[in-house]
């Protein structure tokens, strides 16, 4: 199975990340949350605070699910 990089929003209470999420090819973000444990990777992640400011930026991260609030593609802001 192979996989696609798919660009992601991810907000929770106290930060939004922008970065990437493997995805296996033909599932759907709701999918992979669903599969999901403890923990998600991120990568060519930015993380700034609600106030815009960048807080951090990696190659990778891990970002903790229970804390995730909003998950959403990229390209679906507008």
Same mark, same amino acid.
Do not use: Y
């Given at each position: 199975? @192979?996989?696609?990089? $798919?660009? *992601?929003?991810?907000? =929770? %209470? &106290?930060?939004?990340? +922008?970065?990437q999420i &493997?995805?296996?090819?033909?599932? %759907?973000? $709701?999918?992979?949350?669903? +599969?999901?444990?403890?923990?998600?990777? !991120? =990568? &060519?992640?930015? *993380?700034?605070?609600? @106030? +815009?400011?960048?807080?951090? %930026?990696? &190659?990778?991260?891990? !970002?903790? *699910?229970?804390?995730?609030?909003?998950?959403?593609?990229? +390209?679906?802001?507008?």
């Amino acid at each position: 199975m @192979s996989a696609n990089r $798919t660009r *992601v929003i991810i907000i =929770t %209470r &106290d930060f939004r990340i +922008e970065g990437q999420i &493997d995805l296996i090819q033909g599932a %759907r973000i $709701t999918d992979f949350m669903n +599969e999901a444990r403890k923990f998600m990777v !991120v =990568t &060519d992640a930015t *993380v700034a605070n609600h @106030s +815009e400011k960048q807080v951090l %930026r990696g &190659d990778f991260i891990n !970002v903790q *699910v229970a804390n995730i609030e909003i998950i959403l593609p990229a +390209e679906s802001e507008s």
